[in-house]
């Protein structure tokens, strides 16, 4: 069976839409609805999206970088979830082809204008919170937004964890060696991760993506060599 744009969307987002309705609705211009003698477009759902989206980038920088203050956190918070940034997720959904577009947006190539992509990635987080919830919405904001935090975050001049174990560890003539497992369906992974010196474990974490589960692992093992704060 040949997939359809609206089968390969959900695939590339990972959620499955109980309500075709629903998501007709998220994808909906509203040139599209103005051709169709209809009010409906998907607005409102960006409206919802876009609280969504924000409180868990928001979420995922408290849990995740305790030592960021709060105007850093604001920063790398407005880099993931801009215009820029949010057009470039719906490229990588391959959203454009499942837009639902009037006639005169479709001649003035409203399927790759990053207003219009950018808009449609928070109407679809809206869908997906009033179907199933804040909880599976953030599920699906980690898996596609955790590496553009991660990258924000790693501010130039600011030394990780597993940086500052390394460089400890060296003054033994010794390495750290990573071990990095994954739990969970493909949309939703998570991984744990144990930092060993030869055959001893210093440290374990867990995380969202490899990176954020080394980085758990080097930082209790940072604490227990008492070198976090270093």
């Not at 990573?178 to 030869?198: I, Q, S």
């Amino acid at each position: 069976m040949t997939a359809t744009p609206l089968r390969e969307l959900q695939t590339a987002i990972g959620y499955t839409f109980a309500d075709g309705a629903l998501l007709d609705l998220a994808l909906t211009h509203r040139s599209h609805s103005a051709e169709h003698d209809s009010t409906d477009s998907y607005e409102r759902l960006e409206f919802l999206g876009d609280a969504v989206l924000q409180l868990s980038v928001t979420h995922y920088l408290y849990d995740e970088y305790p030592e960021l203050p709060e105007g850093e956190m604001a920063k790398v918070r407005a880099a993931v979830v801009n215009e820029r940034a949010l057009a470039g997720v719906a490229r990588s959904w391959g959203l454009g082809p499942a837009l639902r577009l009037g006639k005169g947006e479709e001649m003035t190539g409203g399927r790759s204008k990053d207003s219009i992509l950018s808009d449609v990635v928070e109407s679809v987080l809206g869908a997906v919170y009033l179907e199933s919830g804040f909880q599976r919405a953030h599920t699906v904001v980690l898996h596609h937004w955790t590496d553009l935090v991660d990258a924000r975050a790693a501010a130039p001049g600011r030394r990780d964890y597993k940086t500052r174990l390394q460089e400890k560890i060296a003054q033994t003539g010794e390495r750290p060696r990573y071990e990095v497992e994954d739990h969970g369906p493909e949309h939703a992974k998570e991984f744990t991760a144990k930092v060993y010196v030869g055959e001893e474990i210093l440290g374990a974490g867990t995380g969202t993506s490899k990176k954020r589960a080394e980085q758990d692992a080097a930082r209790a093992a940072a604490e227990a060599l008492g070198i976090a704060d270093a």
